[in-house]
T-cell receptor, first 112, second 111 residues
């Protein structure tokens, strides 16, 4: 059965720190990996998508990497800000119609 | 970023009642999905829909669930006879290329 796991489950850092969120997947038939942000009681905002043929993607202070051979993706957040506080979800998209399989998320708190 | 909208934002219903959740997708994004998230749990795939038919469904998506595009634009999820365990946040998602865009969700509460 396909599994996506995220560690740590929760992370608390002071403002300005660089941090890394981890995502592991078990299915080698990965087509892409998408990172989302979810604020409490809200929907999912797409942050970055990495295709299986790519190694990394960058958007502003965010950088996501993908290593298919080890079944891992990381989301790097540079110079964290209190506004980054949210739950971060990774999701594996497979070939075909590309349903997403989600991890449990990492809850991030950035304190001023 | 392209926007998917969903109505209602919150639906409260009695067990055994039928509910219809609505989604207005992004224009020209032809792949549709429904996901749900029970409080404190993972987001789970329910169903994908393309070219006016279901392309894939999960084991959660049993005979009580159905999807359709009644007017060629809106996309709906119907639950025929709601159970307490159907209480969750339901998300519609939509894509044209590889990125799935999610709506804000409908919080369904079954009493």
């Amino acid at each position: 059965k396909q599994e996506v796991t995220q560690i740590p489950a929760a992370l608390s850092v002071p403002e300005g720190e660089n941090l890394v969120l981890n995502c592991s997947f078990t299915d080698s038939a990965i087509y892409n990996l998408q990172w989302f942000r979810q604020d409490p009681g809200k929907g999912l905002t797409s942050l970055l998508l990495i295709q299986s043929s790519q190694r990394e993607q960058t958007s502003g202070r965010l950088n996501a990497s993908l290593d298919k051979s080890s079944g891992r993706s990381t989301l790097y957040i540079a110079a964290s800000q209190p506004g980054d506080s949210a739950t971060y979800l990774c999701a594996q998209g497979n070939t075909g119609f590309q349903k997403l399989v989600f991890g449990t998320g990492t809850r991030l708190l950035v304190s001023p | 970023e392209p926007e998917v909208t969903q109505t209602p934002s919150h639906q409260v219903t009695q067990m055994g009642q039928e509910v219809i959740l609505r989604c207005v997708p992004i224009s020209n994004h032809l792949y549709f999905y429904w996901y749900r998230q029970i409080l404190g749990q993972k987001v789970e795939f329910l169903v994908s829909f393309y070219n006016n038919e279901i392309s894939e469904k999960s084991e959660i998506f049993d005979d009580q669930f159905s999807v359709e595009r009644p007017d060629g634009s809106n996309f709906t999820l119907k639950i025929r006879s709601t159970k307490l365990e159907d209480s969750a946040m339901y998300f519609c998602a939509n894509r044209a290329g590889p990125t799935q865009y999610f709506g804000p969700g409908t919080r369904l509460t079954v009493l």
